[in-house]
């Protein structure tokens, strides 16, 4: 009986960890396309690399396959715009030499665009 339970609780135990999903990577050239996930099986965040480094468009969305950020890095640095979304807010972040130069933020109300 105890051979028994303990079989159950390592196939049950084994279940759940079979129910992680690894990420995907693809090459295409120099780049390789990375697709990350979440438990559920949707799509986390998605980019691309270069030379080992991340490179290009990132996007991440949640667990219900919302797009929740997205932005780009060059060479491993983030750069340019980048864009959060939460709720009924949406935040533009610029970025310089991989630091935060400027921060804007508009949320959805009856004001149509805000600063803060």
Avoid: R
Avoid at 9 to 14: E, H, I, K, S, Y
Avoid at 72 to 96: A, P
């Amino acid at each position: 009986m105890k051979k028994i339970l303990m079989i159950a609780a390592f196939v049950c135990t084994g279940a759940l960890f079979a129910q992680e999903v690894e990420p995907k990577f693809e090459q295409n050239g120099d780049v390789v396309k990375g697709t990350f996930f979440h438990d559920n099986g949707t799509i986390q965040q998605e980019g691309t690399y270069k030379n080992g480094k991340l490179d290009g468009q990132w996007v991440m969305y949640n667990k219900e396959g919302k797009k929740v950020a997205l932005g780009e890095y060059n060479n491993g640095e983030k750069t340019g715009k980048w864009f959060f979304w939460k709720e009924d807010q949406l935040t533009e972040v610029d970025y310089s030499s991989n630091s935060i130069a400027e921060v804007t933020t508009w949320k959805n109300s009856n004001v149509v665009v805000s600063n803060e």
